[in-house]
């Protein structure tokens, strides 16, 4: 959960949450995660596959924005990294899914 205080008065104190789509900018966290506008509660949306982020090392960045409910509103972010740890949940895979050999009858040598 992340939290941000605005000093100011009225308006400008209605602090929301957001984080922004930069998919373009590789994207892992923005897929999976959400912010709720008011108390700010993370949670993860869809769950991460070690294998496809962009980082080798599984550290993920994400970024919330919190900005107030001014007429000008100010913006402030914060940069949150986690660790994806990989679990073993891909199959080893034979090279060819059947194979035939023939034995000779009595053949010890095969």
Do not use: C, W
């Not at 506008?37 to 949670?43: A, K, L, R, S, Y």
């Not at 924005?65 to 990989?86: H, L, N, Q, R, Y």
């Amino acid at each position: 959960q992340v939290s941000a205080t605005d000093v100011d008065t009225k308006e400008n104190t209605n602090i929301r949450f957001y984080i922004p789509n930069t998919m373009s900018g590789g994207g892992d966290a923005e897929r999976h995660f959400a912010v709720h506008p008011t108390n700010g509660t993370i949670t993860l949306v869809q769950p991460f596959d070690f294998e496809s982020l962009s980082s080798s090392d599984g550290t993920v960045e994400l970024v919330v924005f919190a900005s107030d409910g001014g007429e000008e509103t100010a913006d402030v972010s914060i940069s949150i990294f986690f660790k994806v740890i990989d679990v073993n949940d891909i199959r080893p895979l034979f090279q060819e899914p059947t194979r035939s050999i023939a034995v000779l009858e009595n053949d010890t040598n095969t």
